[in-house]
Structure formats: structure tokens, C-alpha cells
């Protein structure tokens, strides 16, 4: 078992990123009439991060997850300020290994559950065992 290192700040030079919003929804059914232009710019640190000290990207490998539209390579947005709650997926470390899972509670059961049917649940022993490092709020997919 290696030792888990929790997430740290990795300076990714410019702080803000922004980019070009279109002022309509695009159609992914039937097609729609085409806008030909764009409406000002979005600030992806905002529209994606609520609480900036309290996030991290976390990157995915493997396919536990793909039921939630999690694939291996995406990237995840993790807010570790907020509270874990039955449903939630989460970034957790049991027994010294990190996972990702979708979070289970019922009364003092605790179960770890992946959204692949080719992976079992995995159930939590003690609380003491498990450390939920944050809550995934947003999955960058890859297209």
C-alpha cells in the first residue's frame, strides 16, 4: 500500500480563464437555426468553481464510473468544503487507496458504489477506515 498525498496548489500560470460564450443554447436534437456570432466572454473559473480555496482537478483513470458519465481521462472538479451526502460522487481514501465512487449511507451502513456493473460495491467497515477528500461537483468530459 503507497502512501496517499492529498491535493496541493500547482501554478498554472494565468489565474483566470475565460472564453466566448454564444448568447443561444445549441440544439442537440433536431438542428436549429445557426447564430453567427458570440455574446461577450464567460469566466470558466466562475462558472465552474464556487469556493476557489476549496477545490482541486482531480484526473480519472479507469471506468468504475462511466454509469455517471465519468470516463478514464476526464477531469473532475472536487469542492472539499462540501458535506458528503447519500448520492454524492466523492473522492474518498480507504485503507490508504484513493478512489472515486459514488457514496452510499443507509442508517450506519456505508457503501462505496461504483456505476459500472463490472465492479462490486465496496463496503466500508468503520468510518474510521474511510476519508472523503471532497464532493465531484463538475466532470470535464473529453469529446
Known amino acids: 500500500m503507497g502512501v496517499v498525498v492529498g491535493p496541493r496548489v500547482i501554478d498554472a500560470g494565468a489565474s483566470l480563464l475565460s472564453v466566448l460564450i454564444s448568447p443561444v443554447a445549441v440544439a442537440?436534437?433536431?438542428p436549429s437555426p445557426a447564430q453567427d456570432y458570440f455574446d461577450g466572454r464567460i469566466d470558466l473559473n466562475e462558472h465552474l468553481i464556487k469556493d476557489v480555496?476549496?477545490?482541486y482537478v482531480v484526473r480519472v483513470s479507469g471506468d468504475s464510473m462511466t454509469g455517471a458519465g465519468i470516463s478514464d481521462g476526464d477531469e473532475l472538479i472536487?469542492?472539499?468544503?462540501?458535506?458528503?451526502v447519500d448520492g454524492s460522487v466523492v473522492v474518498a481514501v480507504l485503507d490508504g487507496e484513493l478512489t472515486i465512487k459514488r457514496l452510499r449511507i443507509a442508517g450506519t451502513?456505508?457503501?462505496l458504489q461504483a456505476e459500472n456493473p463490472a465492479y462490486?460495491?465496496?463496503r466500508v467497515p468503520s468510518l474510521s477506515d474511510l476519508v472523503i477528500w471532497g464532493v465531484a461537483t463538475r466532470c470535464l468530459h473529453h469529446v
Open 120 to 122: 462490486p460495491d465496496i
Open 28 to 30: 442537440a436534437g433536431y
Open 109 to 111: 451502513r456505508v457503501v
Open 78 to 84: 472536487v469542492n472539499r468544503a462540501l458535506e458528503p
Open 53 to 55: 480555496t476549496s477545490t
